[in-house]
């Protein structure tokens, strides 16, 4: 018997510390089989530099995806 289950989410974190300000979004899908799982998401990180850093932003961003196996 195969069972499956959906779950679709979007994640925002905040932060600072040795940057100005950092956040990041991430959304996507995952899919539950009786063998594990499959997810797929997509990702953008961004950093800003307090003044005077030799780098003043940053940004990152692109897809992620990754296999499960239920154990």
């Not at 998401?41 to 499960?68: I, N, Q, W």
Request: charged share 15%.
């Amino acid at each position: 018997m195969i069972t499956r289950a959906r779950i679709a989410a979007v994640v925002a974190l905040v932060g600072t510390g040795q940057s100005r300000l950092t956040y990041q979004l991430i959304g996507g899908a995952r899919y539950a089989f009786s063998w594990g799982q499959v997810m797929a998401t997509r990702r953008y990180l961004d950093y800003d530099f307090k003044s005077g850093s030799a780098l003043e932003s940053v940004h990152f961003s692109g897809p992620m995806s990754g296999v499960a196996f239920a154990g």
